[in-house]
């Protein structure tokens, strides 16, 4: 097999002959398609929610509730995590003698202080929320908001604990080409999760600063 075909998604694999073209291709279909399957889970919780934005049961009203100010925040926090973790890439794909694999986990670890922060910020959103008294119990609306809001934080948090693994592998494995398939599959998971809170700002926080 030459070295072209062994250079997959960006990744250069012609250094490690532990795997092969097919098997490449399989593990990063395969993630594809939990994807994929995952966006069907939030496109119905989108849904939802789009169906119970006026049931507020004369409660709470996502114009009381939500800080925009917050929000956005959060967004810029999640956005600027996504182009760390594509430094990462970047560093584990153009190596530098002797500092290929410093650099990456470098980036790895902003990226995850990033994701942390990210959770933190929502965290403290949700507790102003429950204070309020605007629990998932309260109203249609509300129970919408913590079916679709909250799962994405919780995407979040599996991504953090997923950064620590694999720089944990990263460690004691160096970059051989299963742990850069990893990462690769990581990497795809965490831009997934800024699509989705792109989608979550402007249906659920802009659109609520108008009901």
């Known amino acids: ?15 490690y ?13 395969g993630f594809w398609v939990f994807l994929m399957s995952d966006a069907v889970l939030f496109a119905l919780l989108f849904a939802t929610y789009g169906t119970m934005l006026q049931a507020t049961a004369s409660g709470p009203t996502p114009a009381s509730e939500y ?7 959060e967004t810029l926090v999640l956005l600027t995590s996504s182009f760390s973790f ?28 990033l994701g942390m922060l990210f959770m933190g910020l929502e965290f403290h959103d949700f507790l102003g929320m429950v204070k309020d008294g605007a629990l998932a119990t309260r109203s249609g609306f509300l129970s919408a908001f913590f079916a679709l809001v909250p799962l994405h934080g919780l995407h979040v948090l599996a991504g953090c604990v997923w950064l620590i693994v694999m720089m944990v592998q990263v460690v004691h494995f160096h970059l051989d080409a299963r742990v850069r398939i990893n990462i690769l599959r990581l990497g795809l998971f965490w831009h997934f999760l800024d699509v989705v809170w792109v989608a979550i ?7 609520g600063l108008i009901h």
Do not use: C
Not at 1 to 15: F, P, Q, T, W, Y
Not at 201 to 207: D, G, T
């Open 86 to 113: 594509g430094m990462a890439s970047i560093a584990m794909k153009y190596p530098s003698p002797g500092a290929q694999q410093p650099r990456l986990l470098g980036w790895m670890a902003v990226t995850l202080a």
């Open 67 to 73: 800080k925009i100010g917050s929000a956005l925040a």
């Open 1 to 15: 097999m030459s070295a072209n075909e062994l250079r997959h998604v960006g990744l250069n694999l012609a250094d």
């Open 17 to 29: 002959g532990e795997i092969t073209q097919p098997e490449a291709e399989s593990a990063i279909f």
């Open 201 to 207: 700002f402007s249906v659920v926080y802009l659109q």
